[in-house]
């Protein structure tokens, strides 16, 4: 489902994932692991404030592993602690409720030391759409919950699922935007399938997929589609792909649309191997100012 991310519907997510918020211990933020800055909503350190979190890195067998280590201790070396799962492997899930339980036995010591009762965790996924939230939330359900939709507004009555004997995991998620305003975080969502319907033009899309892969992962893109280097005049790029790969209209033109298609098709497919396109090194200045 799209969601159209006008003033109101951002104004109301946020309110439902404030209300929720008061629910739970500690906050799951899903991010795509492809992007691990791209994929975060703009605003959730304000929501959050104060409340203990957890980031995710989710769709951690689709990015490029040496990046998705650095990310974590980026992230950790920040204040954050966090993990990369794959939600299609139940099995890996389990380090969710593992580190859950690391970030709160501090709280969880001192409750115990004043006498009270240990009781399980309590928490919910927050994220931008297409992130995994509701495949995260059946997995660690073991079932096939009800999908409620997409869109900020539906509601229905919150209930509590049991993860384990030590988490319990609200059955609807936080859903926030990203941050599309910035053209650069747009066109990684849409190049990665991060989101889906877009408005982007697909020629532009490919460009971008082009240089980014030239820059980052450049013998991947040279071996796939046998050539030496993006062409400062793209087309003569789009048309060597173009013969290589026989994209022709049926007047045996070279078919350019289509060529921009299957370049972000063989992005998206993992025809380039596993990719992540938000560089941690590209983002450690940023950081590092804000931390002083
Ligand atoms: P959302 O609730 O946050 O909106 O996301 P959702 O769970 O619907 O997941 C979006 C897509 O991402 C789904 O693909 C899902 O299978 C896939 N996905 C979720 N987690 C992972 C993961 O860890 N690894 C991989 N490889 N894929 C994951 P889908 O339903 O097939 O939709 P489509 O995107 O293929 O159309």
Do not use: C
Not at 17 to 33: G, R, S
Not at 105 to 121: E, H, L, N, Q, T
């Amino acid at each position: 489902m799209t969601i159209q991310w006008f003033p109101g519907h951002m104004a109301k997510a946020r309110r439902q994932v404030t209300e929720k918020l008061k629910l739970v211990d500690i906050v799951f933020e899903l991010i795509d692991a492809r992007l691990p800055m791209s994929s975060r909503n703009p605003m959730l350190d304000e929501v959050i404030h104060q409340k203990q979190r957890l980031l995710i890195l989710n769709k951690a067998d689709m990015a490029d592993e040496t990046q998705t280590k650095k990310w974590v201790e980026f992230f950790k070396a920040h204040g954050h602690e966090a993990i990369a799962v794959n939600s299609l492997d139940s099995k890996g899930l389990k380090r969710v409720t593992k580190a859950a339980e690391a970030i709160l036995k501090p709280k969880w010591d001192r409750m115990k030391a004043k006498g009270m009762k240990g009781r399980a965790i309590r928490a919910m996924i927050v994220g931008i759409p297409n992130v995994g939230k509701s495949t995260m939330i059946n997995r660690l359900a073991k079932k096939n919950l009800a999908r409620t939709g997409n869109m900020p507004g539906v509601t229905k009555a919150q209930q509590w699922i049991k993860v384990e004997k030590e988490l319990e995991l609200l059955d609807t998620p936080g859903i926030l935007w990203p941050k599309f305003e910035d053209p650069d975080v747009g066109y990684k969502l849409a190049v990665t399938g991060a989101i889906k319907d877009t408005i982007m033009n697909m020629d532009d899309l490919a460009i971008y997929g082009l240089h980014f892969l030239e820059k980052h992962y450049p013998n991947r893109l040279y071996e796939r589609y046998q050539m030496t280097k993006v062409s400062d005049e793209i087309v003569e790029t789009f048309e060597h792909i173009g013969k290589l790969r026989n994209v022709r209209t049926t007047g045996g033109e070279i078919d350019y649309s289509y060529v921009a298609e299957l370049i972000v098709r063989d992005i998206r497919n993992e025809h380039l191997g596993k990719l992540t396109f938000d560089y941690v090194e590209d983002y450690k200045e940023e950081f590092d100012n804000k931390d002083k």
